[in-house]
């Protein structure tokens, strides 16, 4: 069975660097990678990067978004994504693990920034210039004290990320200050939720098993669905079933019955009806509509 390639943080660090963190010109890091990064492929870490010239698309789990200076995009692990430029990009990119953030902010996590808060958020905003560049001298920061060796380096990179992000929420595209008033309760749940169904939804498909798997109704869950995410639960577990499905019918070399079983589902022409009602088109039809 082949799938979609996984791509490991090591593999991309330099001789005696950090073990969970990694920072880059963009130029360089593009030209060092260039027969990984225009195929699709996932991490398993945060990922960051800022366009400061060049133009192109960015194509992450089937939506395309264009790449111009000031773009930023946000990956969370998991996460398809490919590249194909039109000129000769520049920016900046670092990418680390969850630990690396969360084990020098115990009392935070990643989550609380809204681009890594819900797969359901725009992964991208759009700088202006004056943005731009306040945002560009941060990044190279980070990548100055990235190849440096000085003490408390780990530390400092730490925070300077932390300052990013923090910048980079108050820029964030659709970002409504109204929505961190959420209970935070709900987004505790909200985040357990998708953990859950990130982990069970190939054999696990109905809304009372995550309502029970956290300790809540199901009603209670789908009102918190509802007021976070403006959805269903069971909404949420078919985006996730029918996106992992789009993975695997254009980004793997299994056999759509093949793919029917490894979401769950024995009987194949039942899959291929759930299919195509959440998508207008059959397993074939989409798989031959991408590679046109």
């Known amino acids: 069975m082949k799938s979609i390639p996984i791509l490991n943080i090591e593999q991309f660090e330099q001789e005696e660097s950090l073990a969970d963190f990694y920072s880059n010109n963009l130029a360089p890091h593009l030209a060092k990678n260039k027969e990984i990064v225009h195929k699709p492929h996932r991490h398993n870490f ?6 400061t010239k060049g133009s192109g698309l960015h194509e992450i789990d089937f939506s395309a ?24 990009p520049e920016g900046y990119i670092f990418f680390h693990t969850q630990n690396f953030y969360e084990l020098y902010f115990s009392n935070k996590k990643l989550v609380q920034f809204p681009f890594f808060y819900s797969y359901k958020n725009p ?27 000085l003490v408390y380096k780990k530390q400092k990179l730490a925070s300077l990320v932390n300052l990013a992000y923090i910048e980079l929420t108050r820029f964030y595209a659709g970002f409504e200050p109204q929505k961190k008033m959420l209970s935070s309760t709900y987004l505790n749940t909200l985040d357990a939720l998708e953990n859950k169904i990130e982990r069970y ?10 309502a029970e798997s956290l ?3 199901s009603k209670h869950l789908n009102r918190i669905v509802r007021t976070t995410l403006n959805k269903t639960t069971t909404e949420l577990i078919n985006e996730r079933i029918l996106l992992e499905a789009k993975r695997l019918i254009v980004h793997s070399e299994n056999s759509l019955a093949s793919i ?7 009987d194949y022409a039942y899959f291929s009806r759930v299919f195509k009602l959440k998508t207008n088109s059959t397993p ?4 031959k509509s991408y590679h046109s």
């Open 215 to 217: 300790n809540v109704t």
């Open 123 to 149: 992964p991208n905003l759009l700088l202006g210039p004056d943005n731009l560049r306040a945002v560009a001298s941060r990044f190279k920061e980070i990548n100055t004290e990235y190849n440096e060796s």
């Open 201 to 210: 939804y190939k054999t696990e498909k109905s809304a009372k098993f995550y």
């Open 46 to 51: 945060f990922l960051c990067v800022l366009f």
């Open 260 to 266: 029917s079983e490894i979401l769950g589902y024995e």
């Open 284 to 287: 074939l039809e989409f798989k």
């Open 65 to 88: 978004y264009p790449v111009t200076p000031g773009s930023v995009f946000f990956l969370k692990p998991g996460q398809t994504h490919s590249w194909n430029f039109n000129s000769t």
